[in-house]
């Protein structure tokens, strides 16, 4: 009798080794380029095309409200999959065709689009990334069982979680640059400088700009990069042999009442929660803060690209924290570094954008670490659940995490698009005419400017009580690891000596 058959324990190859790393890494990078334009642009320009911010709050909520019930669907029966395959890559190749299609129809409306519209593609894209999202995490965290290699593989992937942000901010940059040097008549460089600022400017606003043909960029890079970073990843990447002790089958709620015993994973939860109900509230205000606020709109995409670059450049250092101080103490670090540049922000004078800027960047080197440190300690906690029962079901435990990380982030855009609307914000109003009668009020400006930064940074503060002593450190890890080793040779002795006596030897 194989090993493989016997046991809890993921049969681990001493390291994964760089290209397997990237291979699978790379995924998350057209992934992340589908459900974060929702909020930068999708959002805003369904509002500029009419849909009430009231309405668009409701579908969202309701949309995220249905993956209480899918995501764990989904999680446990990506746990229970078993094909020649593995039980995680069946579901990206399903999942995936699902994702590009419902991204296309809401990134690409027609005209006048309905509210029946905007809400039925909405909700299949929700689904469909949750049919590929959740079991490429559930993979990720079995990649590996060493605490140091899961944070890098988590860092690994939130470089090109954040390199697909760079991208598709970078787009517009792009087509800009092109469009100025197509109008160039003459090759005297400083003319061209002198004249550069004011003419790329131009062409931002007038053509490479819009929100619009940005949708349409994304798109069409997202269709074609999804189906080959996933052919890769299923190509390279393997999936580690999972061993099953045959038990007896337990309901789905009693799973669940396994998850809720887990100390340390309830409280990264809650903590990961709340921050990311943060990340959404500021998401959600971003392109109505620098249309509005700021009044620099067309700059957008300029603002965006240098946040994420400075998200990409910090994510090494909070690996390098983490690796020194632990992983809940550099999250903690990363809330106050966070609050602190988020605390300057209602002060900023409209029209600095170059203020403005500097300080994001400054807040953006933090943001990196609030989705690859909980991701990683997320890994370290259903060790925890595989010490206990001799299971391995990360599919799971990152069912709960998605959910929760879903509900979350619609939870707090939610709120954001119903708290502006509520204090009396106008998204199609005259940036030019704020804070006068025929255009937006001061004391809706400045509720937007405050939905943007204070309010999330307090938000991200209460998540410090249930991480300030985070119990499960690398110590810890470290002798649950050693504990469900032991207990593997043990169970594997038990069956091969088991089935020696089953042949007579």
């Not at 589908?34 to 930068?40: H, Q, S």
């Not at 939130?158 to 092109?178: C, D, T, Y």
């Not at 007896?248 to 009693?254: D, E, G, I, N, T």
């Not at 100390?263 to 709340?274: E, K």
Request: glycine letters at 6%.
């Amino acid at each position: 009798m194989s090993d493989s058959k016997t046991t809890g324990i993921p049969e681990q190859e001493p390291g994964m080794g760089e290209w397997r790393i990237l291979a699978y890494s790379s995924v998350y990078m057209p992934l992340s380029m589908v459900l974060l334009p929702v909020g930068l642009y999708v959002l805003p320009f369904y509002a500029e095309l009419g849909i009430s911010l009231y309405v668009m709050s409701l579908i969202i909520l309701g949309a995220r409200l249905s993956d209480a019930f899918t995501d764990p669907l989904i999680g446990v029966l990506s746990d229970k999959t078993r094909t020649r395959w593995g039980r995680r890559k069946p579901w990206l190749v399903l999942g995936a065709p699902v994702v590009m299609l419902s991204m296309y129809m809401l990134f690409t409306p027609p005209d006048n689009p309905s509210v029946w519209y905007f809400g039925g593609w909405i909700i299949l894209l929700y689904f469909g990334f949750t049919l590929v999202d959740l079991p490429y995490f559930a993979w990720g965290a079995e990649l590996s069982t060493d605490y140091k290699e899961r944070t890098y593989i988590t860092v690994r992937r939130e470089q090109f979680h954040f390199a697909g942000n760079v991208a598709f901010n970078l787009l517009p940059i792009v087509a800009a640059l092109f469009i100025f040097i197509s109008t160039v008549e003459s090759l005297n460089f400083a003319a061209l400088s002198d004249d550069f600022t004011y003419q790329f400017h131009e062409i931002m606003k007038s053509r490479a700009g819009h929100i619009d043909v940005i949708l349409e960029w994304i798109a069409t890079l997202v269709l074609a990069a999804i189906p080959l970073t996933i052919c890769i990843a299923l190509y390279f990447v393997p999936e580690i042999d999972q061993k099953v002790i045959v038990r007896p089958k337990v309901s789905f709620l009693a799973s669940l009442r396994v998850v809720r015993r887990n100390g340390p994973y309830v409280r990264l939860i809650v903590s990961y929660a709340v921050s990311t109900m943060a990340t959404a509230l500021t998401a959600s205000m971003s392109y109505f803060f620098c249309k509005h606020v700021i009044q620099t709109a067309e700059l957008y995409p300029i603002f965006l690209f240098a946040y994420y670059m400075s998200t990409i450049m910090g994510l090494p250092l909070w690996m390098k924290l983490a690796n020194r101080f632990g992983k809940h103490r550099s999250f903690i670090f990363a809330i106050f570094w966070y609050s602190f540049w988020a605390s300057w922000i209602p002060f900023l004078p409209a029209g600095n954008f170059s203020f403005f800027l500097i300080i994001m960047c400054l807040k953006g080197s933090a943001t990196g670490a609030f989705y690859a440190l909980p991701a990683a300690m997320a890994a370290d906690a259903v060790d925890i659940d595989s010490a206990r029962t001799g299971e391995q079901r990360a599919g799971l435990y990152f069912a709960v995490w998605s959910m929760l990380k879903k509900g979350s982030y619609a939870a707090g855009g939610a709120i954001g698009l119903a708290a502006v609307a509520f204090f009396g914000f106008d998204p199609a109003a005259d940036p030019s005419l704020g804070s006068t009668p025929a255009g937006n009020s001061q004391s809706s400006l400045l509720w937007l400017a405050l939905l943007y930064s204070v309010i999330p940074a307090l938000l991200k503060m209460c998540a410090l009580p249930f991480i300030w002593n985070y119990p499960l450190t690398e110590e810890r890890q470290t002798r649950i690891r050693a504990r469900i080793e032991r207990r593997g040779k043990a169970v594997s002795f038990k069956n091969k000596a088991g089935d020696a006596a089953s042949e007579g030897i």
